[in-house]
């Protein structure tokens, strides 16, 4: 009798399972010790490639600054206020070059090339003035001709407007007609040019000179009246008669600021309390930084003060409580976010309402005060 051979039945399985085992691991052992190898080379050519990527859109957005002056006008060109030209920098009158506002006239008036200045005859009796202001802190001081002809051209414009029928004419035309007469523009422009001649770089800073002249001009009431409708009434300056008589009112004086800021290219308003008898200034500012979610930052023009503070107390302890009337006056540039006069007008609003974070920030008041030249609506003792 044949033995049969005793063989596992899952033996010779057992046997191939395991080689072919050995063989899988040793693969797999393999894959795994190459992969690091694999993924930083991949990771360096990554690495290169973007490196290549960013180099070839760098060359390929590179372009030499152009240069400008104050108020945008390219390097040896004209600006679109004529006769002025952009020297290196600098705008000064070129009427040989640039002509005289294309021999438009102003009203009845046609400007006549002078030498290299574009004039008027009513401009006669000059007179120099020196306008101060405070900007960072530091005082400057700007010298401008004001003429005697211009200031009498400007105080014999009607303070009448004419409507017929059912029109109705609102404290706002009243305005825009005090801002409209082109020979005061024309006199007011040579100001806005000296202004953008100090800070070509900073439309900021145009504004804060251009708000600090203002308010450094005297407070004051003129002391004629018109007659109206038979009834006598107190004269109220336009623009170039605040410069001239170097006093004004609230209304003159937020006038005359609004003026110089629609020329430096802001969105301008002027706020009206009705209550208060009060005006202010208003310069495009973002909606959440601005006055009553209004799009423009108060601005006082009676005396020294911060852009967008509108906390102040005036003589007899007074302040501006009444909800204002908005009169938009002109569409332009406006403030960015991050002025640094926001932070600074809510400082001094805690100080002066003497709440917790008031208490908190004082240390901070001398700083200020002397940052804006606050006159005595800012003391606080």
């Not at 930083?40 to 957005?61: D, E, K, P």
């Not at 405070?134 to 002809?149: L, N, P, S």
């Not at 422009?189 to 002249?213: C, F, G, T």
């Not at 930052?297 to 501006?320: Q, T």
């Amino acid at each position: 009798m044949v033995r049969k051979k005793d063989v596992s039945a899952y033996g010779p399985e057992d046997s191939y399972s395991s080689s072919q085992m050995n063989s899988s691991q040793g693969i797999r052992g393999f894959i795994r010790s190459i992969q690091p190898a694999y993924i930083l080379i991949v990771f360096v050519a990554i690495f290169i490639l973007t490196l290549l990527s960013v180099y070839i859109a760098s060359r390929g957005q590179t372009f030499d600054e152009v240069l400008t002056c104050g108020d945008g006008t390219f390097y040896n060109t004209c600006s679109l206020d004529k006769p002025y030209y952009c020297d290196n920098g600098v705008l000064i009158e070129r009427a040989s070059v640039c002509g005289c506002s294309n021999g438009n006239p102003l009203g009845n008036l046609s400007l006549v090339k002078q030498e290299e200045s574009c004039v008027l005859s009513l401009e006669t009796n000059p007179l120099d003035i020196e306008l101060k202001y405070f900007i960072h802190g530091r005082e400057g001081k700007i010298d401008f001709v004001i003429y005697e002809g211009v200031q009498e051209h400007v105080s014999e414009i009607p303070r009448t407007l004419y409507y017929q029928g059912s029109e109705t004419p609102f404290r706002k035309d009243f305005k825009i007609k005090s801002l409209s007469d082109e020979v005061q523009k024309f006199n007011l422009l040579k100001l806005v040019k000296k202004i953008q001649n100090l800070v070509p770089e900073s439309k900021e800073d145009q504004a804060r000179i251009a708000v600090s002249i203002v308010q450094n001009i005297p407070y004051g009431a003129s002391n004629k009246t018109i007659s109206l409708s038979g009834n006598e009434v107190n004269y109220s300056r336009y623009p170039y008669e605040v410069l001239y008589e170097f006093e004004g009112i609230c209304g003159e004086k937020s006038g005359l600021m609004v003026a110089l800021l629609k020329e430096l290219g802001y969105g301008t308003a002027i706020f009206y309390f009705l209550d208060e008898n009060h005006e202010a200034a208003g310069i495009k500012c973002p909606v959440e930084k601005s006055f009553y979610g209004s799009g423009f930052c108060f601005v006082e023009s009676g005396g020294p003060a911060i852009i967008s503070d509108s906390s102040m107390e005036f003589v007899g302890g007074e302040k501006l409580l009444s909800t204002p009337q908005v009169m938009i006056i002109s569409d332009g540039i406006s403030l960015p976010k991050d002025l640094e006069e926001y932070d600074d007008a809510k400082t001094i609003s805690d100080i002066r309402n003497k709440n917790i974070m008031g208490y908190l920030k004082f240390w901070r008041y001398d700083g200020i005060s002397e940052k804006y030249n606050f006159d005595g609506a800012y003391e606080l003792k």
